[in-house]
């Protein structure tokens, strides 16, 4: 059973950044297409992003589209979500999970983290 912790998130003002961090127990990282969902208070939770298995493709929801930018190194099991200029819409819990598969489909996603907060306030 793969284990994924995800850590950075905390509360910003408007236009600031946050780095999260998610890191799988895994002999077999390289072998699984990572995701970042995020739900917010009230609302289903949604596709963020998302990258391959090594790294060279990545796709983003609209809303975070130039603003949020998703990363991953192999040899430290670990992906990041850079997010810039966030906004208050960006308010939720932020998740990574791991497919084996290209997919935004959660129902696809076999593995989640616990999730982090996110919060951006003034």
């Known amino acids: 059973q793969e284990q994924l912790v995800e850590s950075g998130g905390g509360l910003v003002q408007p236009g600031g950044s946050l780095r999260l961090t998610c890191t799988v127990s895994?002999?077999?990282?390289?072998?699984?297409?990572m995701g970042w969902f995020r739900q917010a208070p009230g609302k289903e939770r949604e596709f963020v992003a998302s990258?391959?298995?090594?790294?060279?493709?990545?796709e983003y929801a609209d809303s975070v589209k130039g603003r949020f930018t998703v990363s991953r190194d192999n040899t430290r099991n670990t992906v990041w979500l850079q997010m810039d200029d966030l906004k208050p819409e960006d308010t939720a819990v932020y998740y990574c999970?791991?497919?084996?598969?290209?997919?935004?489909?959660?129902?696809?996603?076999?593995?989640w983290g616990q999730g982090t907060q996110v919060t951006v306030s003034s």
């Open positions: 895994t002999t077999t990282f390289s072998g699984y297409y």
């Open positions: 990258i391959s298995w090594g790294g060279v493709d990545t």
């Open positions: 999970a791991a497919t084996e598969i290209p997919t935004r489909s959660q129902l696809e996603y076999d593995y």
